[in-house]
């Protein structure tokens, strides 16, 4: 089975933190994202990348970086939090043009920016 | 900006019907379509993908495609109150590596 995890689930943090969101995957996939969720939005890209060190803005960049320096690794970075980034966060994960570009999500990170 | 819509529902039928759940797309040269299913509080999991026109069945799943229309649904036959959850509707998008979702369709099946 495919695995993605994100290791923080729940996080609390206040307005101006730098905030680190990690995802790893555990199926050799190149391709990783981020989306976030919010009621009425839906999910919304953020970034995704289709390999190591490469990276692409997805829908709504603006407030975020990534980094992705090993390949079952991507994280996203809030440089500056803001309440208006309060939103669940999902990572996922793809191999490239096999079935479709499947994407495989991780359990989500819920933020809360206070 | 590629658009899915849905109709966000809530869509309640009773136990044993048949669910339908309907997505439209606005690019004429979208070729991949994916179901998700999200219960509260957890993430999307795949249901099923379908490429080429007509049905796909898995189960008692189906996905129907039709690329003249820009339309894909999903049908659950035999509804049980474990399928009441939000379904999401998505498109591989521009880049070829991302997906477009839709904002889903809550669906409630009732004892």
Known sequence: DVKVTQSSRYLVKRTGEKVFLECVQDMDHENMFWYRQDPGLGLRLIYFSYDVKMKEKGDIP???SVSREKKERFSLILESASTNQTSMYLCASSFPQT???TIYFGEGSWLTVV | QKEVEQNSGPLSVPEGAIASLNCTYSDRGSQSFFWYRQYS?????????IYSNGDKEDGRFTAQLNKASQYVSL?????QPSDSATYLCAVKGDSGYALNFGKGTSLLVTP
Not at chain 2, 41 to 46: D, F, I, T, V
Not at chain 2, 75 to 79: C, E, F, K, Y
Request: proline share 5%; glycine share 16%.
């Open chain 2, 75 to 79: 049908l659950i036959r035999d509804s």
């Open chain 1, 99 to 101: 079935t479709g570009n």
């Open chain 2, 41 to 49: 509080g957890k993430s999307p999991e795949l249901i099923m993908f």
């Open chain 1, 62 to 64: 603006e407030g975020y």
